[in-house]
């Protein structure tokens, strides 16, 4: 697989979560499975960098394709690798072929069941809790534990004859306080199993029921005030609140299960699987079904599950019982236990599976898009269309805004967008001319109707959508130009009002509220603000002209460069009013000058 085509077909729809990657080649074998923190940044690594080994170039020369399946923490990253790998021997893996075992924490059953650090997991009845990734943490673990909830790590078979015959003596764990000497009965079976599901609690991270527990011996012993003891459960209290391990820890009961996600479109449905055995996800699976019909989910995912979990490969499995944890109900016609989880390990395990599941959908979504639809201009364009419940995109947007004091120096500017960006070229400004006094509605009207009846006269192409800066009045007055032009109907338009945000139709007196953080309101507010800016400018503009006009240029004939020259020379229009005729056409002619004396004379008259 070159770059160009990974670029194409994957860098945009590979997530950046940990998972698993996996590499197939055109004969749809796996060449290497790896795990990442980022697995987009990571798989992208391996198209991008130009110091690569000879093998890893020639196992890129060889991908054809690109699974990957996502977790919660890199740490469950590892675990899923490691048994992928041991499951599928990779070619091109180098590391975790071995059966090396990852560590567990084992409650053992026995009476009063020791703790502890293993590799090998025995069905003994005893509880598993793991794998954890680290032997460190696990030790941290149990560190923690032993200095909260003292129990025995001697292997002494503490059955109750062996302690009432006196068999033990306490040892140096009893004497430094690590245990409370259950072998010489100072300490009952109840109470050591008290501790026993405080630790179990901890280890599945329930750790407000053992916080309770712990205030509980503390307020108990500071009753009785015994304040030495009371003070030992505050220390195991802040012990247990400071400690911060992070490791995943899966119930080594959760055995035999099958776990389905399960996303849609209009078109595709997709069905994400998870095998687990003892605790951990041994095998995952997703398969992408087109609709043929209008099948229901239902209809959708029970097929998958006669097709993955009940096919012929694993019939003799399926001889025993086994679970199947579903993201709603269906009254499978099957021998097994069927599951819809609302807590718990087997509720996480089915967010793992919806996760994939949608992961898949979004990255078929994206693979159907087009160039032009991956574009954020096309995705806002078509938001505001289904916001607008318009007919067309809107490519071609207009914006209008008028400005005036007191109804002087009125202005009205079009803003133009196309494709949801400025298109400055086609701004427009008009001076208003049928319109005396403060009147927005009126200058609306006007403006609305020269701006359409000229692009209609010169046969320009119409805008999918006007916006008006109103509400109703301006809205309004915008809809009689667009009647007179038999418009009205064919060209979508709607009004914005300043204060609540609030979007107006014609004949509809209740406004439209879009979310304050759609990118479809964000851009009508863009180009309201635009519109504004613009017409604003060319008001202040036609203002200070107006405000630095001389009475020179009233002159018929005058224009502003012979008043400038006149003014130069003469430094005043009083000046100029007094100077000989001689004087003035010596500056600008005997034809201006003899133009500009009757204009005073007259004047004095």
Partial sequence: MSPEEFKEKYQHTIPLQPGVYRYYNSNDEILYIGKAKDLRKRVSSYFSKTDMSFRIKSMVHQIARIEFTIVSTEQDAFLLESAFIKQYQPPYNIQLKDDKSYPYIVIKNEPFPRVFVTRRVI???????????????????????????????????LSAKNIEAGKFKVCLEYHIKNCLGPCQAYQSQEDYDEGIREIRNVLKSNFPSVLSYLKKKMS???????????????????????????????????NNIDVYGYSQTEAFAFISFFKVSNGTIIMTRALEVKKVLDETHEEILSRAIADISFSQEQAVERENDFEIILPFELGLPFACVQTVPQAGDKKKLLEFAMRNALYAREEKVKSMLTAEEKNPSFRIMKQLKEDLKLKELPRHIECFDNSNIMGTFPVSACVVFRDAKPCKKDYRIFNVKTVEGPNDFASMEEVIFRRYRRMMDEAQ?????????????QLSSA?????????????????????????????????????????????????????????????RNKRSKSFTKTELENIEGVGKKTADALLRHFKSVKKVREAAADEIAAIVGNAKANVIRDYFYSAEE
């Fill in 123 to 157: 069905k003994d009845g005893s509880e598993y809790l793991g794998p954890y990734t680290s032997v460190s943490n696990v030790h941290n673990v149990l560190d923690m534990l032993k200095a909260i909830f003292p129990i025995r790590t001697c292997t002494l078979a």
């Fill in 220 to 254: 108990a012993f500071a009753a009785e005030l015994n304040f030495e003891r009371a003070q030992e459960f505050k220390e195991k209290i802040d012990l247990l609140n400071a400690w911060q391990s992070k490791s995943t820890v899966v119930n080594q009961r959760l």
């Fill in 461 to 473: 192409t119409l805008p999918q959508l006007i916006i008006v800066d109103g509400g109703k009045g």
């Fill in 479 to 539: 809809v009689n130009s667009l009647e007179k032009l038999g418009l009205y109907g064919k060209v979508p338009i709607v009004g914005i009002a300043k204060k609540l945000e609030e979007i107006y139709f014609p004949e509809d007196s209740l406004p439209l509220h879009i979310n304050k953080k759609s990118e479809s309101l964000k851009l009508i507010q863009r180009m309201r603000d635009e519109a504004h800016r613009f017409g604003i400018t060319h008001h």
